[in-house]
């Protein structure tokens, strides 16, 4: 008993903040604008299909450019000495305190056709390069703000693995390579699909980077979302149906990077 | 587990807190609520930097009607008359004093949104100029009191472009010349396909969805010579450089004389010319209080104050007057009446119009690859390939338990 009232807080607040909204977007989703049931929301949907696909190949890339450049940062900052780890890892959520937009504008000033990069490269006698608003530069500001939400679980994983049972493994002879491939790899896949996870869906629906860095000249499917609701369009039907339908694709997508957890996969594999 | 009795009852003093808390909060936020109505405040939503606000040496408008009047003033700002109108629609709050642009203006009018004034108690708007009264948007002069005006022009970096602002027209966005470095209207669909339309030559309120169409196929072929469709950046990235020609309001242009490099140009054919106007929204909780703001905006001082802030044209003449002989006789910052018989003014149009326009304005800007739907079937190619290789791991490892 005593464990449901100290939740209650916390419950009181999903149902107003997140259940009821939820509910009001699936509502949303299946009406017309008179209010009657109507499921061509759902139809008018796949108008939007290609941006469906290039908001997830986008956000993909970044979730992959995270992974790759943020695994060996918290390979190896867990390998420091327990000091320098607490120093390293609040470098890492330093940006964090900074606001989002206020970052991204920084970008801005710094990717420009006659920024900092530009002059940079300017003053070396290279050629200048088209950064700004291209799909690269929206993936960048994806990697750049999402990144910290993949270095942190994987960290906080990594620093749990038992010390012993490397040692036992360096005992039996295997090198360096076979103790990371067979041992702290595998035991850190949580991480990496909590980390996958955490940077994959706030890039899947982000809505102002593609307008900041991007130009606004390829929208993601965020962006559509913003516009059906606060933009030139007021069409809060479809814009739900979009949300639901980019929900259901989320779902989706957790499911399919859940099966990268062996024992999970394994379980549910066996079950067919 | 040893400690669990402590646990729980320093979990249900935590509760006990939490509980006071919150009531304490609730009760301090009634109070508060009941003590409300004693100073009355009213809600204004207006575009982004449309009034004196006090940043520069004029006077701050709102904190001189708080002061005047102990009406306190709630200010909000929005970036287009869709965003407003969306936010009106959904009636998440409550504005007393809105300030649309004319087609806007007609499409609250038919929709009900709006209230109609009592010119009675707003003295002051006997001084507005009679060519803005009774309207096209608003023709029994009920609904609205003009705010300020202008026209569409071409904002220039002179000395990245080569032609002269007398010989310049629409067709110079479109021109290959400047790739990269032409910048177009973001948010609203009328003013971006108002160009277009323009540049045509066809009427900018157009309901023949071919017309449109026509419009969209133009925006699209200018697509690639975009450097990015903005509403606030125009003058920094033309001022510095880094943009070369882009499409504004022209009175914009006081704000940020401040770059050498910025020209204006009006272009030779066609233009829009624009009102912005005060309304009250018909479920106004103090339409009193809010035609008193009107009131007060109109008076002469505070309207010379608030225009030589903002920079935009006046409907009122005697402000006119007292504006900076140099701003005020400026042709391309009040357009003389050879500009404005080439002029036109947006519509209300129905919604099926704003609908088709909406669509291929998102259309426009929606970029179709092919690449991405190649890379994410790579990448399920990829997911099933491993899908099968994990499922042939586990069945080995089964038949290896069997045996």
């Known amino acids: 008993m005593k464990k449901r009232i100290v939740l209650s807080p916390y419950l009181v607040w999903s149902t107003i903040f997140i259940i009821a909204p939820v509910s009001l977007i699936f509502i949303f989703a299946f009406r017309d604008i008179d209010g009657n049931f109507s499921l061509s929301n759902l139809k008018n949907v796949f108008m939007y299909s290609d941006v469906f696909l290039s908001s997830l190949s986008l956000s993909i890339m970044a979730t ?71 799909q690269g530069a929206v993936v960048f500001g994806m990697v750049y703000n999402f990144i910290t939400y993949m270095i942190l679980p994987i960290y906080s994983v990594l620093i749990k693995t038992d010390k012993h049972i490397i040692e ?47 130009g606004g000249t390829s929208l993601l499917i965020g962006d559509v979302i ?33 099966f990268f957890d062996n024992s999970k996969a394994e379980k549910e594999i066996a079950a067919f | 587990m040893v400690n669990f009795s402590k646990n729980k009852t320093f979990l249900a003093f935590c509760t006990l807190a939490f509980g006071l808390l919150f009531t ?73 004093v809105i300030i649309p642009s004319d087609y806007m203006v007609a499409k609250l009018i038919e929709k009900n949104m709006l209230r109609k004034m009592d010119f009675s108690k707003m003295p002051n708007t006997s001084t507005i100029d009679k060519e803005f009264l009774n309207p096209s948007y608003d023709p029994q002069n009920e609904y609205s009191v003009p705010y300020t005006w202008g026209v569409v022009g071409i904002f220039y970096n002179k000395s990245l472009v080569s032609e002269s602002p007398e010989e310049m027209d629409w067709d110079i966005l479109w021109n290959p010349k ?58 920094e990235k033309i001022g510095i450089g880094e943009a070369a020609l882009a499409p504004y309001y022209t009175d914009a242009y006081i704000v940020t004389s401040g770059s050498k490099d910025l020209g204006l140009a009006i272009p030779k054919g066609i233009t829009n010319k624009f009102v912005n106007a005060m309304c009250i929204c018909a479920n106004s909780d103090h339409p009193d209080e809010a035609q008193q703001y009107i009131n007060f905006i109109c008076d002469i001082e505070i309207a010379t104050e608030n225009i030589k802030h903002v920079g935009y044209c006046t409907p ?29 003014t947006y519509e209300n149009l129905p919604d099926e119009t704003n609908a088709l326009m ?45 045996t």
């Open chain 1, 64 to 134: 992959l450019a995270c992974l790759i450049i943020g695994y060996p940062t918290a390979y190896l900052i867990s390998r420091t000495n327990p000091k320098t780890q607490k120093l390293l890892i609040a470098l890492i959520a330093m940006p964090m305190w900074l606001n989002f937009l206020l970052k991204t504008y920084a970008w801005m000033t710094i990717l420009e056709d006659n920024g900092i990069i530009n002059n940079l490269l300017f003053y070396l006698g290279l050629q200048k390069l088209k950064i700004i608003n291209t």
């Open chain 1, 168 to 214: 036992a493994a360096q005992d039996l002879g295997a090198n360096q390579n076979k103790i990371f491939f067979k041992i702290t790899l595998p035991l850190s896949i949580p991480g990496i699909i909590s980390g996958v996870s955490m940077v994959f869906v706030p890039s899947v629906s982000t809505f102002i980077l593609s307008r900041m860095l991007g």
């Open chain 1, 226 to 258: 913003d516009i059906q609701f606060l933009g030139s369009v007021y069409n809060p039907w479809l814009g739900s149906a979009i949300s639901l339908i980019l929900m259901l694709l989320i779902f989706l997508c957790m499911a399919i990077i859940n």
């Open chain 2, 24 to 96: 304490f909060l609730l009760i301090k936020w009634q109070i508060d609520n009941k003590n409300e109505p004693k100073q009355v405040s009213i809600n204004v939503y207006n575009w982004g930097n449309h009034i004196s606000d006090g940043s520069s040496e004029h006077i701050n408008v709102n904190a001189e009607f708080e002061r005047r009047t102990g009406i306190k003033v709630n200010y909000s700002t929005y970036q287009d008359n869709e965003s407003l109108y969306a936010k009106i629609m959904s009636s998440a709050t409550k504005y007393d």
């Open chain 2, 178 to 235: 400047y790739k990269g470095r032409i910048m177009m209207f973001e948010n609203s669909p009328r003013d971006a396909f108002g160009i277009a339309l323009m540049k045509l030559g066809l009427s900018i309120n157009t309901i023949d969805p071919q017309d449109l169409k026509k419009a969209a196929a133009e925006m699209a072929r200018q697509k690639p010579l975009i450097k990015g469709y903005v509403t606030d950046q125009v003058f």
């Open chain 2, 316 to 344: 009122q003449q005697a402000v006119r007057e007292r504006l900076d002989p140099e701003i005020s006789q400026n042709k391309s910052l009040y357009p003389d009446k050879e500009i404005l018989s080439r002029s036109h």
């Open chain 2, 358 to 402: 909406n669509d291929l304005w998102l259309k426009t800007r929606i970029e179709n690859n092919n690449s991405s739907k190649k890379f994410i079937c790579i990448l399920l190619g990829l997911f099933l390939v491993y899908l099968g290789l994990s499922a042939s791991k586990i069945i080995k490892k089964r038949k290896g338990n069997y």
